[in-house]
């Protein structure tokens, strides 16, 4: 019972721990990325007064509408618009019709008062106020009572004549277009053309006046369609924009007022504190860490044992990252052409495709392409995104994620960088050709060349890093794999030099295993390796085994079953401890502890039934446990069995081998040896099959050849 207690009271503390570290790691990943990234939001206020010299390039960080030079531009299209005009061709006939209403009216008026040269004035004045109470009102001709007097008291023959001409004049006066300007040019002109050769002078002055006032202009303004033209061509003047990158103030330029103007319009001269962008980034800053998090999540769901330590590697190498492209971005500073180009930043993905996994790579390089895209845009003091960089690091660092197989060797410093590094010139390459920007065969070269660079740096610094994360976090890698297979590891010299029966089951059962790996997609080479170290707990007591019994001496025959059983059942646990204390693994520990699983004792069972006069449990005889918990230890526990059953067959026959491979299947599987892992019963009847197949080979029949035949004829001829 205290031990149930103490076992819950240490889960719970683990869960605790766990819980705090992980929020931890996720506040700290949160908290150094917005600090690396803090620039991009911070105010970039250039040194800058007005009427002094610049002493360097300023362009605007934002694309922003110059209003007050797009108004300005749309009052010059106003004014320079012409205003409108209309014609009226029929004025002219109008006017005639009018200025023949005033000769009738003076005719009738004069014919009714008997009106002629001698009429007293007292009756002309009288005609004269009769006139202008009979003319048109609306027409205001503004004839003088001098010019109504002359009209009127001139002959009847004269005022015909008077009309005729006055008409003429009008007409041919008003067939062009007279606007309000030519008006009096017009009228002065039509004036001079009286003819006087049948007008005298006082009668040329009358006609005079009437052109002037019946002579009006037929050519006038259209205020309508003049404002609509000027709100047409201001609506087609195009709003006047300050592009981001744009040069507003050029190095050794006198700065004006108009560049001050502009300066503040895009926000480089705003000294008002803005918290907007700092939320921006924070949401930023979350989302990054957000997804940042359900990879680490997503990698660690379905491992059977949970560890913090994925967590703090893929922390460690993540922020490493983009603390390594903050640097990076400061080679911009030394102005030398591309060299920003070398941040290697595929070092990252191909640490996290080495220790953690593909995806887990292929979402870093996503994320830190994001990042570096803020961090480089900081370095241009253009924009916040610098999305050229962008793409580079994303093309760079997936590349680094894909082309290395994590399940192989070491990354090839040759090899995995020559790719890398192919990849990053590719990508510069088409950057530079999209741009359309001109350069030099100089600075081409160095543009490719810094590129080209990064992928070998980031190679060489993946196979530095690694050894230290391999041994920090105890990190099972194919690498570390590979280096605990080596025969001169100090354990598997162990067993072959105390127990040399154990080591060549060992590397049998490694090779049985491996292969059945990898039918079922399980990780052969750990695999491999377990099975060498699995019966490292056999050195203990190596002579208590039959494959180390070279003399022939078999010291179980002399101490009791029950003795022989705990022997035989210690060394898993013998195994584990030994593990253990050499600093293993605990992948290849818990292979060698559970590779027996809960299975029978059956020799020494049966010889304890034999010798007791009651009956004995099987549980007395049954290894402790626990059983296989992964696919690559039930694996290493059937060819475990197996090989050891095999061997010990007389004249094994390929029929025989298959029939003792299938029947040791099935009672493993019906004693539910297999009930505690995730391997499939589909899986295991191919890992049965893959045995017998690599058994086959071992046990085939062989040629004899003809010394072999002789032999065996003299032998039949001496009987």
């Known amino acids: 019972m205290k031990d149930l207690i103490a076992d819950n009271d240490k889960k719970l503390k683990n869960l605790v721990m766990n819980y705090i570290a992980g929020w ?104 004269i106020q009769k ?67 049948v007008l005298n002078d006082q009668m040329r002055t009358a006609l005079t006046e009437v052109l002037r006032d019946y002579i009006t202009a037929n050519y006038t303004f259209d205020a309508t369609a003049t404002k609509r033209n000027k709100q047409e061509a201001a609506s087609s003047v195009d709003n006047i924009v300050i592009h981001q990158g744009e040069v507003i103030v050029h190095k ?32 930023f800053t ?64 191909l640490l996290l495709r080495s220790l953690l996994s593909e995806q887990a790579a292929i979402v870093s390089a996503v994320l830190l392409s994001l990042i570096g ?59 530079l050709m999209f741009q359309n920007t001109p350069f030099t065969a100089t600075s081409f070269g160095m543009n490719l060349g810094f590129s080209a660079l990064s992928g070998f740096l980031a190679v060489i610094l993946a196979n530095g890093v690694l050894p230290l994360f391999e041994t920090g976090f105890s990190i099972l890698t194919p690498i570390r794999l590979i280096e605990l297979s080596n025969p001169n590891q100090p354990l598997l010299r162990k067993i072959l030099l105390e127990a040399p029966g154990t080591y060549h089951h060992s590397v049998m059962v490694a090779n049985l295993a491996e292969r059945a790996c990898e039918v079922i997609g399980a990780n052969g080479l750990l695999a491999r390796v377990a099975a060498y170290y ?13 494959e180390n019994q070279l003399d022939g001496v078999n010291p179980h025959e002399k101490i009791s079953p029950q003795l022989s059983r705990t022997i035989i059942a210690a060394h898993p646990y013998d195994g584990a401890d030994l ?33 007791a006069t ?32 095999v061997r010990s067959m007389k004249k094994p026959t390929p029929g025989k081998v298959q029939n003792l491979i299938h029947s040791i299947f099935s009672d493993r599987l019906s004693d539910g040896q297999f009930d505690e892992c995730d391997i499939t019963l589909k899986e295991l009847k191919l890992v049965v099959k893959s045995i017998d197949e690599t058994l086959r080979g071992v046990y085939h029949s062989r040629i004899e050849y003809p010394n072999e035949i002789k032999m065996k004829m003299n032998k039949v001829n001496e009987k």
């Open 24 to 127: 931890g790691a996720f506040v700290v990943t949160g908290l150094v990325l917005y600090s690396l990234m803090l620039g991009s939001v911070l105010p970039k206020n250039p040194d800058v007064h007005l009427h002094e010299i610049a002493t360097a390039d300023i362009q605007s960080p934002i694309d922003a509408i110059d209003t007050q030079a797009t108004e300005a531009k749309k009052q010059e299209a106003i004014v320079s618009t012409p205003s409108a005009y209309t014609y009226d061709k029929n004025k002219g006939l109008m006017q005639v019709e009018k200025v023949g209403d005033l000769f009738d009216t003076i005719a009738s008026v004069k014919k009714d008062m008997n009106i002629n040269v001698d009429t007293s004035p007292t009756n002309v004045s009288a005609a």
């Open 373 to 431: 895209s803020v961090i480089f845009g900081i370095s241009t003091k253009v924009a916040i995104f610098d999305a050229p960089m962008a793409i580079y690091l994303l093309f760079s660092a997936l590349s680094g994620a894909i082309v290395f197989r994590g399940n192989s060797y070491r990354p090839k410093i040759f090899q995995t960088g020559s790719i890398v590094a192919l990849v990053n010139a590719t990508c510069v390459l088409a950057l």
């Open 131 to 197: 006139i202008a109470d009979g003319t048109d009102t609306s027409q205001d001709q503004g004839l003088s009572d001098r010019t109504l007097r002359t009209l009127v008291i001139a002959s009847d023959h004269d005022l015909q004549v008077a009309e005729d001409i006055t008409s003429t004049s009008i007409y041919e006066a008003m067939n062009a277009k007279v606007g309000w300007n030519d008006l009096e040019k017009a009228q002065s002109k039509a004036a001079a053309n009286l003819p006087s050769s």
């Open 614 to 645: 009651q009956s004995v449990p099987e549980s007395e005889f049954r290894y402790p446990g626990p059983k296989v918990q992964t696919r690559e230890a039930a694996v290493v526990e059937l060819a475990d069995s197996v090989e050891a059953a």
């Open 534 to 546: 699995h019966d490292i707990g056999k050195t203990k007591r190596p002579k208590f085994f039959v």
């Open 252 to 283: 050794g330029e006198l700065v004006t007022n108009d560049m001050i103007r502009q300066l503040k319009l895009v926000g480089l001269l705003d000294n008002h504190f803005n918290i907007i962008p700092f939320i921006g980034l924070f949401l």
């Open 579 to 611: 593990l253990r204390a050499a600093g293993m693994p605990k992948e290849i520990v818990a292979i060698a502890e559970q590779h027996h699983g809960t299975t029978l004792i059956r020799y020494f069972y049966a010889k304890a039934c034999e010798m």
């Open 286 to 349: 979350a989302f990054i860490t957000t997804v940042f998090w359900y990879e680490y999540y997503r990698f660690n769901k379905d491992r059977k044992n949970h560890s913090i330590k994925y967590l703090y590697i893929f922390t460690i190498i993540f922020l490493c990252a983009a603390a390594l492209i903050k640097i990076c971005s400061y080679l911009r500073l030394t102005e030398i052409t591309g060299l920003s180009y070398i941040v290697p930043i595929a070092v990252a993905p």
